[in-house]
């Protein structure tokens, strides 16, 4: 069995990982038990991963530096994941593979100056907290991170 993880990512740690060079630990968010506490216990599987996915989408504010933000979805195995127990999702994947990746997420080209303002006024606060940090909940409400398969990391 297998579980989604996505993961924020520069570009150049995308390629990195695509050419088997990366690291051996990433930061990443999931469909955790303390996520789907947070949820609720009538939370369906897609909305945890859709959760999932927009925590990561937030820690790749604090945890990239690109103008856009970029995310790898992934489905590794549970052993590859280390959950520290926060409400937000937010774990360690380690030992990443570029052939467990399904999917990237990134921002339009419109969303550059509001990624910007986000990241901005972020500062250095936990995953938890940056969820409620105005700039970042609007630019989660206004802009939707785009879906492309892994073979068009090359177009983005």
């Given at each position: 069995?297998?579980?989604?993880?996505?993961?924020?990512l520069d570009r150049a740690a995308v390629v990195e990982l695509r050419s088997g060079a990366g690291r051996s630990s990433y930061p990443g968010c999931a469909a955790t038990a303390g996520l789907a506490g947070t949820l609720g216990p009538d939370t369906a599987a897609d909305e945890l991963d859709f959760a999932a996915l927009s925590s990561a989408g937030v820690l790749a504010l604090s945890a990239t530096s690109d103008p856009l933000r970029l995310v790898v979805a992934a489905e590794v195995a549970p052993a590859q994941l280390v959950d520290p127990g926060g409400s937000a999702g937010q774990v360690s994947v380690r030992d990443l593979g570029w052939a467990q990746v399904q999917a990237l997420f990134v921002d339009e080209p419109a969303a550059?100056?509001?990624?910007?303002?986000?990241?901005?006024?972020?500062?250095?606060v936990d995953l938890d907290v940056a969820l409620s940090v105005p700039e970042v909940t609007a630019l989660v409400d206004d802009f939707d991170l785009l879906w492309f398969a892994p073979d068009e990391l090359d177009d983005l």
């Open positions: 069995m297998t579980q989604l993880v996505f993961v924020p550059e100056p509001a990624v910007a303002l986000a990241r901005t006024a972020l500062g250095a």
